[in-house]
């Protein structure tokens, strides 16, 4: 059974970079045909697609997001991270991981979220 | 960006009852959508896959519906424990996109 945990502050001051680590673990994040998003969603709304990255580094970004996000791989520890950087409280939220078998699937396996708040 | 619009935003309903939410996108995206559930304090789950095709372990009162702009989600025989969000998702375009949510309690 695949499993993901997002680990990362649960505090980042305003303008700096917010860095989450969402940890695969029962599956190789090699395996042939996923791809791993990062999702969020603010407090009381709705789901917000950030971003994915295929195990060879690909990726694709929201336009909305893109010029201040970067998704990673390091395939050696079967993890991939997030970095947002100069953010404002607009971007306190519940950040989860997920998987989807392909660029086009849902989201069949998803972490339990954590919770990023920016507060100075 | 493909805008998913669900109906409706908030629904009471009984037990028992069949509970039908629409999802309607802006643009035609096939077959690429897909339902979720989710209970407070909880990840979403993995209902409903290209629109039809039900995902492993999810009760069969859950079915879905569609393609092109119009799809749906049908929950028959409705249960307590089905208290929860629901959300639709695109996957046809980048960006990906959900419908804003549609909140379903039980009476």
């Known amino acids: 059974q695949v499993q993901l945990q997002e680990s990362g502050p649960g505090l980042v001051k305003p303008s700096q970079t917010l860095s989450l680590t969402c940890t695969v673990s029962?599956?190789?994040?090699?395996?042939?045909?996923?791809?791993w998003s990062w999702i969020r969603q603010h407090p009381g709304k709705g789901l917000e697609w950030i971003g994915n990255i295929y195990h060879s580094g690909s990726t694709y970004y929201n336009p909305s997001l893109k010029s201040r996000v970067t998704i990673s791989v390091d395939t050696s520890k079967n993890q991939f991270s997030l970095k947002l950087s100069s953010v404002t409280a607009a971007d306190t939220a519940v950040y989860y991981c997920?998987?989807?078998?392909?660029?086009?699937?849902?989201?069949?396996?998803w972490g339990q979220g954590t919770l990023v708040t920016v507060s100075s | 960006e493909i805008v998913l619009t669900q109906s409706p935003d908030f629904q009471s309903v009984t037990p028992k009852e069949k509970v039908t939410i629409t999802c309607r996108a802006s643009?035609?995206?096939?077959?690429?959508l897909h339902w979720y559930q989710q209970k407070p304090d909880q990840s979403p789950k993995l209902l409903i896959k290209y629109a039809s095709q039900s995902f492993s372990g999810v009760p069969s009162r859950f079915s879905g519906s569609g393609s092109g702009t119009d799809f749906t989600l049908t929950i028959n025989s409705l249960e307590a424990e089905d208290a929860a969000t629901y959300y639709c998702h695109q996957s046809s375009s980048l960006p990906q996109t959900f419908g804003q949510g549609t909140k379903l309690e039980i009476k």
């Open positions: 997920a998987r989807a078998y392909g660029s086009g699937n849902g989201f069949d396996y």
């Open positions: 029962g599956g190789s994040i090699i395996s042939g045909g996923y791809y």
């Open positions: 643009q035609s995206i096939g077959s690429s």
